[in-house]
């Protein structure tokens, strides 16, 4: 059974910073790709960010439209980790995160579409 736990939520004002991280575990699980989703109320999940790892060493990442240039995603493969930097928070980011992983590699858009696992989310709420 895999599982995906995420900590680093929380309350933040505006123009701050926080950091996610996210862990799977499983005992032979082995994430080609990892992505942060968030959903606020009221809205569609949306993908924020994915990250994926090739064969050959390669990393790729991908970025949703509304976080580019202030989030910023990593992850370590051999560890099944994945971490999302937030920066110059606003409003807008004010939602549950969530950590989903995958044995698929895929890159570009696709980091953010069919994730086969899901942690539990974290909040996080930016004051304006």
């Known amino acids: 059974q895999v599982q995906l736990i995420e900590s680093g939520g929380g309350l933040v004002q505006a123009g701050g910073s926080l950091r996610l991280s996210c862990a799977a575990s499983?005992?032979?699980?082995?994430?080609?790709?990892m992505a942060w989703f968030r959903q606020a109320p009221g809205k569609e999940r949306e993908g924020v960010a994915g990250?994926?790892?090739?064969?050959?060493?390669?990393?790729?990442?991908y970025y949703g439209g509304s976080v580019k240039g202030r989030f910023t995603i990593s992850g370590e493969n051999a560890k099944n980790t994945v971490y999302l930097q937030m920066n110059n928070l606003n409003a807008e980011d004010t939602a549950v995160y969530y950590c989903?992983?995958?044995?698929?590699?895929?890159?570009?858009?696709?980091?953010?579409?069919?994730?086969?696992?899901w942690g539990q989310g974290t909040q996080v709420t930016v004051s304006s």
């Open positions: 989903a992983a995958d044995t698929s590699f895929r890159t570009g858009s696709d980091l953010l579409r069919s994730y086969n696992y």
């Open positions: 499983g005992r032979t699980f082995r994430s080609a790709a």
């Open positions: 990250i994926s790892w090739s064969d050959y060493g390669m990393t790729y990442v």
